[in-house]
């Protein structure tokens, strides 16, 4: 298995301000990808975040609004920029590690609360 | 476009009951599919992984199968407990190493 540590676990900003969220993991990992979920939704992926080149986003979701960076096959972060309330969400980090199966692990989560 | 789908979306049984919760997805070439649990607030914790040649995998007192070919599995959670209270949200793989296409889940409650 692995330790996902994700950081912060929650935040409160102010509208127009930006925030970084990072991820890191105890294992070399294949996969990292960014979700979000959305009050009382299930899970989105906003992109899967590539080792030293641009991540790959889903249809909605766009590099200006999430820029994401992967220096190495352990780390990440996430920035959720220019924040509206609508951004309020849980963002979570997930992995699949470079040995055994393509089981997904996930960390625990920011809870991001945008006034 | 591969879509899933839980049933019933929320679920409220007295403690000691066998469960069954549902979901089915709509393309049948998945490569796995996992179910996780979800407690409010909280990241997700992986409950059990089938792979797409497997039929059912069981940890402790829950079992989970999966019938490919009619796009379905259920997670079998047997004697609950109120501890088992939580979110089980079920996923799909179509290829290895790709993301994770999520049901809208089950929301469970176990009462004492």
């Known amino acids: 298995s692995a330790v996902i540590s994700q950081k912060p676990s929650r935040d409160i900003c102010q509208r127009g301000t930006s925030l970084t969220i990072q991820c890191q993991v105890d294992?070399?990992?294949?996969?990292m990808f960014w979700y979000r979920q959305q009050p009382g939704q299930s899970l989105t992926l906003i992109a899967t975040a590539n080792q030293g080149s641009e991540a790959t986003y889903e249809s909605g979701f766009v590099i200006d609004k999430f820029p994401i960076s992967r220096p190495n096959l352990t780390f990440s972060t996430l920035t959720v920029s220019n924040m509206s309330p609508e951004d309020s969400s849980i963002y979570l980090c997930?992995?699949?590690?470079?040995?055994?199966?393509?089981?997904?692990?996930f960390g625990q989560g920011t809870r991001l609360t945008v006034v | 476009k591969q879509e899933v789908t839980q049933i019933p979306a929320a679920l409220s049984v007295p403690e000691g009951e066998n469960l069954v919760l549902n979901c089915s997805f709509t393309d049948s070439a998945i490569y796995n599919l996992q179910w996780f649990r979800q407690d409010p607030g909280k990241g997700l914790t992986s409950l059990l992984l089938i792979q797409s040649s497997q039929r059912e995998q069981t940890s402790g007192r829950l079992n989970a199968s999966l019938d490919k070919s009619s796009g379905r599995s259920t997670l079998y959670i047997a004697a609950s407990q109120p501890g088992d209270s939580a979110t089980y949200l079920c996923a799909v793989r179509l290829e290895a190493g790709n993301m994770l296409t999520f049901g809208g889940g089950t929301r469970l409650m176990v009462k004492p």
């Open positions: 294992s070399q990992v294949t996969m």
């Open positions: 997930s992995v699949t590690l470079m040995k055994g199966t393509t089981e997904a692990f």
